[in-house]
């Protein structure tokens, strides 16, 4: 039983061990734009970048650049900062990076919090110009009720204002839903409806006219954070990434 209790605990919010007592610990890899395919990874509300070790691992071995970024945040390791500050941030970062490197355009993945920057970025500071998709794993996209959790862990909103913009009908999520998310980009949801930290009803999209390239994948019996290391997950972003990957060459051709 307690066990039992251990595995859930650690598929819901992930290895106390591996991901939160760890220091940064996945090697920056400066190679990811000599690969045809380029993944950008942005790991969740209070996590670090340690959770997409096996996420990185497998992209690579499968022949994808890989890259992420370390958000801070509180201690200067966990991810703490409002969604806002942390899209114009990586906006700010990725063009240096593609300058430097010669990358054009690449592909998204983003789990819990981590999606909601990432489609922040896409439709307001210029990440459509940018990402050849979006994937979202147990991301809020009409906000999630167990933010209100993350308040109270957050004295209220002293410390962060994350869980303040997840809330369902905050004006954040509101200002997502309303803006018409760009038709050209894939935007794919996983998520599963084992998911207690991000139930599965927050995370299905629901496009408006326009919104043609959305689509939505339902797993059962994965956890919150075991979405990043999950193998079945992974099989689908895999799928996704390659008819991405496939749409966009034909674009070019």
């Given at each position: 039983m307690a066990r039992s209790t251990t595995r859930i605990v650690r598929d819901q919010?992930?290895?106390?061990?591996?991901?939160?007592?760890r220091g940064n610990r996945i090697v920056r890899r400066?190679?990811?734009?000599?690969?045809?395919?380029?993944?950008?990874?942005?790991h969740g509300f209070f996590q670090t970048r340690n959770v997409w070790e096996m996420m990185?691992?497998?992209?690579?071995?499968?022949?994808?650049?890989v890259f992420s970024f370390d958000l801070g945040g509180l201690l200067w390791r966990f991810n703490t900062r409002s969604i806002?500050?942390?899209?114009?941030?990586?906006?700010?970062k990725i063009e240096g990076i593609c300058q430097r490197h010669g990358l054009d355009r690449f592909h998204i993945i983003g789990h819990s919090k981590g999606g909601m920057?990432?489609?922040?970025?896409?439709?307001?500071?210029?990440?459509?110009?940018?990402?050849k998709s979006l994937?979202?794993?147990?991301?809020?996209?009409?906000?999630?009720?167990?933010?209100?959790?993350?308040?109270?862990?957050?004295?209220?909103?002293?410390?962060?204002?994350?869980?303040?913009?997840?809330?369902p009908r905050s004006?954040?999520?509101?200002?997502?839903?309303?803006?018409?998310?760009p038709a050209g980009i894939p935007l794919i949801s996983v998520h599963s409806k084992h998911d207690l930290i991000c139930p599965w009803w927050c995370s299905v999209l629901r496009p408006k006219p326009g919104e043609?390239?959305?689509?939505?994948?339902?797993?059962?019996?994965?956890?919150?954070?075991?979405?990043?290391?999950?193998?079945?997950?992974?099989?689908?972003?895999?799928?996704?990434?390659d008819l991405a990957s496939a749409l966009w060459r034909e674009r070019d051709r």
């Open positions: 919010l992930g290895s106390i061990r591996r991901v939160y007592l400066d190679d990811f734009a000599r690969f045809n395919e380029s993944v950008l990874l942005l990185e691992d497998r992209l690579r071995h499968d022949g994808y650049g806002r500050d942390l899209s114009a941030l990586i906006a700010d920057v990432a489609r922040h970025y896409v439709q307001h500071h210029g990440g459509d110009a940018r990402a994937i979202t794993l147990g991301s809020p996209h009409h906000g999630t009720p167990t933010a209100a959790l993350g308040i109270g862990l957050m004295f209220g909103g002293l410390i962060s204002r994350s869980p303040l913009q997840m809330l004006p954040l999520i509101r200002l997502l839903d309303r803006d018409t998310f043609s390239s959305m689509k939505n994948l339902s797993v059962r019996g994965v956890g919150h954070t075991a979405l990043t290391y999950d193998p079945g997950v992974y099989k689908m972003v895999k799928q996704e990434l």
